[in-house]
């Protein structure tokens, strides 16, 4: 079983920074592709930014030159360094991956974290 656990959520003000973290844990033996989406509320989930094992990286056009991703193949680890957060940014953050495992191919997503950016 693939665990995804997130941290680093919180409440923060306009212009702020929070600093998001995944560690994926349980028998992986490859991870391609490491990814944060988000989730507001009445909103469909949507693509923040992702990393490649090859290195390549792609953001949301709402989020580039503010939000910078970077992940550890070694440690199986993936975080998201939000700066000059909006309050539009305000959604619950999800963690994603796409491994190979025991069984295979496959995705897996974390919990959630809570963003809220409020003055």
């Known amino acids: 079983q693939v665990q995804l656990e997130e941290s680093g959520g919180g409440l923060v003000h306009p212009g702020g920074s929070l600093r998001l973290s995944c560690a994926a844990s349980?028998?992986?033996?490859?991870?391609?592709?490491m990814g944060w989406y988000r989730q507001a509320p009445g909103k469909q989930r949507e693509l923040v930014a992702t990393g490649t094992n090859t290195g390549t990286t792609n953001y949301a056009n709402s989020v580039k030159g503010r939000f910078t991703i970077s992940r550890d193949g070694a440690k199986n680890t993936v975080d998201l360094q939000m700066n000059s957060l909006k309050p539009e940014d305000t959604a619950v953050y999800y963690c994603?991956?796409?491994?190979?495992?025991?069984?295979?191919?496959?995705?897996?997503w974390g919990q959630g974290t809570q963003v809220t950016v409020s003055s």
């Open positions: 349980g028998i992986i033996f490859s991870i391609t592709e």
């Open positions: 994603h991956i796409f491994y190979r495992g025991v069984s295979g191919w496959g995705n897996a």
